[in-house]
């Protein structure tokens, strides 16, 4: 017994070593048939497939030979191969695709034709054979016969829920973008939580759109849904997204509106529609959208935050228009005072305190008002102690106004040390270098800013890098201080807002010291002077010039970045915005500005920012 078992013992590993052997052999010969297709020796290659398939029969070398044979036009070949394969496999109808395309590389269209429509009427209702029969035209390209795959599979499953995604990429790879739609709006009716998906794909494929065409027909197909379906409120939803894809608000509005209304939402889609119309300026729409939820009163769980959301919308609203009256800014002063008067003084409402204060101090020219605001505002209970170094930040930027220095200095220290180690002490500490800065004590100044050099924020790294150099090359050995003690006093104008006083001192700087370092943060102190006088074209103007003379310098990144937001936001050349945005990531590489371009130049594209997708260097 024990012989019989020593006998298969051996013939099992000889049989082992044998088909180990085999396989040797075909990995070696597989590779110098690679070697040869990659050199172009392709007959050379086919011979070694052929070795190796007449050997295996394998799907993955006969799909080599398939796309060799034609290279060297021995379709007989091609034809006699495919022609056994379908005899030994029957039922694998992508093989008949295969033959049809050899047909048709002959010229031989009737042929070819025959072929592919005989493989959709040989279908037996098998999903999987519909699938790989569908891939094997797609692999040709030959879309109108996949899309008749797709429905005969339908019919002989009797299901219209099949092949949905499919279909409809059939559909668009043709051009009938009609159909592709309503093919992907069937998919919501059947299934909402595709929806996510669906935005996704329409995002990708209805861009560009240059005449608006597909954007309109999706538009029309939804609102006939709306109007056929009601009950599916997926569609509403979509035709919202679609607006707001459009930048139209007030569309998205009326949209969320009645589907809030129908829903019974409670205001949750208008608060949310509110706060992305804001951060695209259309405030008109803002403003709707949160009249609507503050309008359903108390029973909104949004109601509190949408009074105060109200706010900020009009006051951006006034504050940002080229021209606005005294008038405008005592109107919103009303508004902040009934929201104060209703809602109470507490930690909830301190961004309205604090708003309230801004608005009587930088457009009132009330400091006084807004100092006393402050101060009580550090006496409210329940304050949390970061609510409380908020306010004395605040209220050290007002007394800086008036010339109270060191009280100013005395805040910021106190904000620092409470939160040595969080953003806000770093905010303080840094407020307080440019105090130092201001009243020309650069050596304590470049201390404070050469240890926020190192800061978690890259804003304030990058302006702390930014000030303690332009103190580094004016208070050298063979450098003069009198010019940047100008360019302080000038700094210190600005933040006060007597630009009379900072362009007059701005003014002398090259005019006394031709020779100072300072020409380009002049000219982009001009800059920032012109634009808070809001005349845009002006304050282009100097960073034209700055770019122009000084764009390899440090503030070479910063003129550019505020030149494309310049032509974006109040110029209206988005054009011009995108080149701009366009040479600042390809030119400054490593500026802190160049994730916002990116991310604003695709904006302007119209590209799809929800996307994980990294675009590519030549894409931006």
């Not at 190796?52 to 029969?57: A, P, R, S, V, W």
């Not at 209805?206 to 999706?218: R, V």
């Not at 101090?361 to 102690?385: F, K, M, R, V």
């Not at 007394?399 to 002490?425: C, H, M, P, R």
Request: proline share 2%; with cysteine; aromatic share 10%.
């Amino acid at each position: 017994m024990r012989f019989w078992h020593y006998i298969t013992v051996l013939f099992l590993f000889l049989l082992c070593a044998e088909n180990s052997i085999a396989q040797s052999d075909i990995q070696t010969i597989y590779s110098l048939a690679r070697q040869a297709k990659d050199n172009g020796e392709f007959a050379k290659a086919i011979t070694y497939y052929e070795e190796i398939y007449d050997k295996t029969n394998n799907e993955g070398y006969y799909r080599e030979l398939v796309e060799l044979y034609p290279q060297v036009e021995d379709y007989r070949s091609a034809e006699k191969m495919i022609k056994k394969r379908l005899r030994n496999f029957p039922d694998r109808l992508h093989y008949q695709v295969d033959l049809g395309h050899i047909y048709e590389m002959q010229d031989d269209e009737k042929s070819a034709k025959k072929e592919y429509e005989d493989a959709i009427d040989e279908m037996s209702g098998n999903q999987n054979q519909a699938r790989l029969l569908a891939n094997q035209f797609n692999q040709y390209q030959l879309y109108s016969f996949t899309e008749q795959v797709y429905l005969e599979a339908r019919k002989l499953n009797k299901n219209d829920q099949l092949f949905r995604f499919e279909l409809a990429n059939a559909y668009a790879q043709q051009g009938k973008s009609s159909e592709m739609i309503g093919e992907y709006l069937n998919v919501l009716g059947s299934n909402r939580g595709y929806i996510q998906s669906v935005q996704n794909i329409f995002q990708r494929i209805l861009h560009p759109d240059p005449e608006g065409k597909q954007m309109e027909d999706l538009r029309t197909q939804l609102l006939k849904r709306i109007q056929d379906e009601p009950e599916k409120e997926v569609f509403a939803e979509l035709l919202i997204w679609l607006y707001i894809q459009d930048k139209n608000f007030t569309g998205a509005y009326l949209q969320a509106q009645a589907l809030d209304k129908r829903s019974n939402e409670k205001g949750k889609r208008l608060h949310s529609l509110a706060k992305l119309a804001l951060s695209n300026k259309a405030y008109d729409a803002a403003e709707k959208s949160l009249n609507y939820v503050i309008n359903l009163g108390d029973e909104s769980p949004y109601y509190l935050s949408s009074k105060m959301l109200l706010v900020d919308v009009l006051k951006e609203k006034i504050t940002t228009t080229e021209k606005y009256a005294l008038e405008d800014i005592e109107k919103l002063q009303s508004v902040y005072d009934k929201n104060i008067s209703e809602l109470g003084k507490s930690a909830y409402t301190l961004p309205l305190i604090r708003g309230k204060a801004e608005l009587h101090a930088y457009y009132l020219n009330e400091i006084d008002t807004a100092i006393q605001i402050l101060e009580d505002a550090l006496n409210i209970d329940g304050l949390s102690e970061i609510n409380r170094a908020e306010v004395k930040i605040d209220l050290a930027d007002l007394l800086l106004l008036t010339n109270d220095i060191w009280e100013a200095s005395l805040l910021y220290s106190q904000v620092e040390k409470a939160f040595k180690y969080d953003q806000i002490g770093e905010t303080a500490k840094f407020k307080n270098a440019k105090v130092a800065f201001y009243t020309g004590d650069f050596n304590w100044a470049q201390a404070q800013l050469d240890v926020l050099k190192g800061s978690t924020s890259k804003l304030i790294s990058n302006d702390a890098m930014h000030l303690s150099n332009l103190i580094t090359d004016n208070i050298g050995l063979d450098s003069m201080p009198e010019p940047l003690e100008m360019y302080a006093r000038a700094d210190l104008a600005i933040f006060k807002q007597d630009y009379g006083q900072a362009e007059q001192i701005l003014d002398s700087i090259p005019k006394y010291f031709p020779a100072s370092s300072l020409k380009d943060e002049v000219l982009f102190a001009h800059f920032k002077i012109e634009k808070a006088k809001r005349n845009f074209e002006k304050a282009a103007t100097y960073l034209r010039k700055l770019i122009a003379e000084y764009g390899e310098d440090i503030l070479g990144d910063d003129a550019l970045f505020q030149l494309a937001k310049l032509e974006e936001e109040y110029l209206g050349n988005k054009e011009k915005a995108m080149e701009h945005y366009k040479q600042l990531i390809t030119t400054y590489p490593s500026s802190l500005h160049v994730v916002e371009s990116r991310k604003r130049y695709r904006m302007l594209r119209g590209d799809n920012l929800e996307s994980t997708e990294i675009p590519k260097e030549e894409e931006l």
